[in-house]
């Protein structure tokens, strides 16, 4: 059974840093890719950022140059490293694979 925990979300001001984590388990983790995606209150979920088996990734434009996803398969563990935070930003993280949803983590961009 695939299980996915995030964790690594809070509340930080804008200019601030983040670094999400996601904790996979009930799979061959290796092989597959990864997405993180986010959803404010009352948007749709969108696709953030993702990363392939081999380790290719992709940015949304609205954070290109900001978020890094990177993964650590001896853990099991996808990141996203996010910085300059800006407002727009506050949202609940999720990540996905093979059409399984963690919990979400939330972030919130505050002054």
């Known amino acids: 059974q695939v299980q996915l925990v995030e964790s690594g979300g809070g509340l930080v001001q804008p200019g601030g840093s983040l670094r999400l984590s996601c904790v996979a388990s009930?799979?061959?983790?290796?092989?597959?890719?990864m997405g993180w995606y986010r959803q404010a209150p009352g948007k749709q979920r969108d696709l953030v950022a993702s990363?392939?088996?081999?380790?290719?990734?992709s940015y949304a434009n609205s954070v290109k140059g900001r978020f890094t996803i990177s993964r650590d398969n001896a853990k099991n563990t996808v990141y996203l490293q996010m910085n300059s935070l800006k407002p727009d930003d506050t949202a609940v993280y999720y990540c996905?694979?093979?059409?399984?949803w963690g919990q979400g983590t939330q972030v919130t961009v505050s002054s």
């Open positions: 996905n694979v093979l059409c399984v």
């Open positions: 009930g799979y061959n983790f290796r092989a597959y890719g």
């Open positions: 990363i392939t088996s081999g380790g290719t990734t």
